[in-house]
């Protein structure tokens, strides 16, 4: 069964550059048609979807972030990555990976991991 | 953005009962695109239901999803322990894909 495990600095400053990285496990990045995500959970907005990049490379972002984010993918080291850039305190959040069987839904997900933005 | 309003927020009910949720968009949800999740305490959400009313691997069949265009409904059909818990749903008929608020089963 497949394991995600995300890893990260657990507290940024205000107008840097978050950056969290999710290891694959028990199965290869890109050994299947697989979409691999990045959802954040706060509680003032709930579950928020952050874009996927699929096993070729290829990615799609939500629209309100989108000018702010930068999902990667290592396939020789099976993990991917996000990057959100000029953060402010309204993205202190868990951010979780996740894996999609499609674009869609998700099916795996890693035990989060929480991010605060404070000076 | 399509907008997901779950009712109600808090359900409170005994083991065995019948849990019934509802998630209401704002527009509708072509081709039954909407998953159900849920969420315990400290951990990330599970996968219940996919397609509107396809269980994902591994869920009982007292889970159950119904509903199309803009209503929709998870239904457990007899409370175990373990199911006291929030539930999410998530459409992704349109970009982005949104999640509901969630509704909370609490045990009575």
């Known amino acids: 069964q497949v394991q995600l495990q995300e890893s990260g600095p657990g507290l940024v400053k205000p107008s840097q550059t978050l950056s969290l990285t999710c290891t694959v496990s028990?199965?290869?990045?890109?050994?299947?048609?697989?979409?691999w995500n990045w959802i954040r959970q706060n509680p003032g907005k709930g579950l928020e979807w952050i874009g996927y990049?699929?096993?070729?490379?290829?990615?799609y972002y939500n629209p309100s972030l989108e000018t702010r984010v930068a999902i990667s993918i290592d396939t020789s080291k099976n993990q991917f990555s996000l990057r959100l850039s000029s953060v402010t305190a309204a993205d202190t959040a868990v951010y979780y990976c996740?894996?999609?069987?499609?674009?869609?839904?998700?099916?795996?997900w890693g035990q989060g991991t929480l991010v605060t933005v404070s000076s | 953005e399509i907008v997901l309003t779950q009712s109600p927020a808090t359900l409170s009910l005994s083991p065995g009962e019948r849990a019934t949720l509802s998630c209401g968009a704002s527009?509708?949800?072509?081709?039954?695109?909407l998953a159900w999740y849920q969420q315990k305490p400290g951990l990330a959400p599970r996968l219940l239901v996919y397609?509107?009313?396809s269980r994902a691997t591994g869920i009982p069949d007292r889970f159950s999803g119904s509903g199309s265009g803009t209503d929709f409904t998870l239904t457990i059909s007899r409370l175990e322990p373990e199911d006291f818990a929030v539930y999410y749903c998530?459409?992704?008929?349109?970009?982005?894909?949104?999640f509901g608020q969630g509704s909370k089963v609490e045990i009575k």
């Open positions: 996740a894996r999609g069987p499609t674009r869609y839904y998700y099916d795996s």
């Open positions: 028990s199965g290869s990045i890109s050994g299947g048609a697989y979409y």
């Open positions: 990049i699929y096993y070729s490379g290829s990615t």
């Open positions: 527009q509708t949800v072509s081709s039954s695109y």
């Open positions: 397609g509107a009313s």
């Open positions: 998530q459409q992704y008929a349109g970009s982005p894909w949104t």
